[in-house]
């Protein structure tokens, strides 16, 4: 099970921190995402750590967000900094325990989906 938090409101600009909690201890293990999806677009790749902790990002994210995990806790984090309108949308955290990091960036070769956090970025 993934739970996600740390969504929300914020003025462009701005910044927020996205957590996403693994209830199994094997997550330490796995390749954890982050996905977004806003109304009428497909779900996109935004960051992505492989089980050996290589990290990638997506293009329009690159130089402003941050992704980490804290294996200790089965936690992976978003930071989100210079937030744009158009990082609005709901955010997926995702995990699979033998993705590979090729195919980290295809939504379908994810095994495990939280529900989502809203992050809205208003002007």
């Known amino acids: 099970q993934l739970v996600e938090s740390g969504g929300g409101l914020v003025q462009a600009g701005g910044s927020l921190r996205l957590s996403c909690a693994a209830s199994?201890?094997?997550?330490?293990?796995?390749?954890m995402g982050w996905f977004r999806q806003s109304p009428g677009k497909e779900r996109e790749f935004v960051a992505g750590?492989?089980?050996?902790?290589?990290?990638f990002y997506g293009d329009s994210v690159k130089g402003r967000f941050t992704a980490s995990r804290d294996n200790a806790k089965n936690t992976m984090y978003l930071q989100m900094n210079s937030l744009r309108r158009e990082d609005t949308g709901v955010y997926y955290c995702?995990?699979?325990?033998?993705?590979?990091?090729?195919?980290?960036?295809?939504?379908?070769?994810?095994?495990?989906w939280g529900q989502g956090t809203q992050v809205t970025v208003s002007s």
């Open positions: 750590i492989t089980g050996t902790n290589a990290i």
């Open positions: 995702a995990a699979d325990p033998s993705l590979h990091p090729e195919l980290i960036s295809t939504p379908g070769e994810w095994h495990y």
């Open positions: 199994e201890r094997a997550a330490s293990r796995f390749a």
